[in-house]
């Protein structure tokens, strides 16, 4: 599986736009980008994935340019309750594989 | 919302002792995984178990851990003689479909510390 890299760490304040970028620049065609969120003490909690160009949910937004080689996990106005670790991970589209975690981007939201 | 729990939240046992953590998936979910968390480090995948079988482990998972789905609600890990460097977070996890398709998530549970002295 290709191997991602991210920030490990980023500072916002509230109400602003937290964009989180991960590049993965060995993913290959069968593979789908996946974004973890992880509060201390719990479990990850899926927030968005996409194979290609954009993907919106109510939480968050994910960008793809046409090469894959990178993703970028938007959040829109963040609150205190945003900081967290944000997990970038590429899954294989082929039988029954397992998540691989990186160190993820420690997102801190001051007031 | 459905979760998955698991049970008990904390556990402080001795080095040597057997531990039971305890999972219950989501109910229509048909695949089944542990990870654990080293305090300060990163998600590791243990195993994962589908039709009341392993499908794969990691070398983490080695003769002294064992999975169960004894009565179809429950799925347990088993640690046989605990040493200290088990001491972790256990995340127990279930999807509803295998994880190499499109359609997203893996659902984890809250956690099982396990504190080994």
């Known amino acids: 599986l290709a191997k991602t890299t991210q920030p490990i760490s980023m500072d916002s304040y509230e109400g602003q736009e937290v964009n989180i970028t991960c590049s993965h620049n060995?993913?290959?065609?069968?593979?789908?980008i996946t974004w973890y969120q992880q509060f201390p003490s719990q479990g990850p909690r899926f927030i968005i994935q996409?194979?290609?160009t954009k993907v919106t949910n109510e939480v968050a937004s994910l960008f793809i340019p046409a090469d894959r080689k990178s993703s970028t996990l938007s959040l829109p106005r963040v609150s205190l309750s945003d900081t967290a670790v944000y997990y970038c991970l590429v899954e294989r589209n082929t039988g029954f594989q397992k998540l691989v975690f990186g160190t993820g981007t420690r997102l801190l939201v001051s007031p | 919302e459905p979760e998955v729990t698991q049970t008990p939240s904390h556990q402080v046992t001795q080095m040597g002792q057997e531990v039971i953590l305890r999972c219950v998936p989501i109910?229509?979910?048909?695949?089944f995984y542990w990870y654990r968390q080293i305090l300060g480090q990163k998600v590791e995948f243990l195993v994962s178990f589908y039709n009341n079988e392993i499908s794969e482990k990691s070398e983490i998972f080695d003769d002294q851990f064992s999975v169960e789905r004894p009565d179809g609600s429950n799925f347990t890990l088993k640690i046989r003689s605990t040493k200290l460097e088990d001491s972790a977070m256990y995340f127990c996890a279930s999807s509803e479909v295998p994880r190499g398709t499109n359609t997203g998530e893996l659902f984890f549970g809250e956690g099982s510390r396990l504190t080994v002295l």
């Open positions: 996409g194979y290609k």
């Open positions: 109910s229509n979910h048909l695949y």
């Open positions: 060995n993913i290959a065609t069968n593979d789908y």
